[in-house]
């Protein structure tokens, strides 16, 4: 079994930064960060390989967003800059505990507001 927590989300103007923290436990693989807006779908945002050496964004994020993970402490970060009002949503990480699975688990979310 896999828990998933989110930290670091709230409100920040347009053009600051926000880093969200995901504390995992147990086993996984690749680590994903998804992102939902009011009266929208589930949208992927970033994903990194369990070694930390692949990479890949949503094209709305390329050069904002950077997705990073430390397998010593059990974490995967999400620092965000030069974030924008269509970044507001609330933020889930998410758990593949085996290669080119589904993601099988998921945390609780963490809120991201972006004053304009």
């Known amino acids: 079994q896999v828990q998933l927590v989110e930290s670091g989300g709230g409100l920040v103007q347009a053009g600051g930064s926000l880093r969200l923290s995901c504390a995992t436990s147990g086993r996984t693989f690749s680590m994903g960060w998804f992102r939902q807006a009011p009266g929208k779908d589930r949208e992927f945002v970033a994903v990194i390989s369990w070694s930390g050496g692949s990479t890949s964004y949503a094209d709305s994020v390329k050069g904002r967003f950077t997705i990073s993970r430390d397998n010593a402490k059990n974490m995967v970060y999400l620092q965000m800059n030069n974030l924008k009002p269509e970044d507001t949503a609330v933020y889930y990480c998410?758990?593949?505990?085996?290669?080119?699975?589904?993601?099988?688990?998921w945390g609780q979310g963490t809120q991201v507001t972006v004053s304009s």
């Open positions: 998410a758990a593949r505990t085996s290669a080119g699975g589904q993601y099988d688990f």
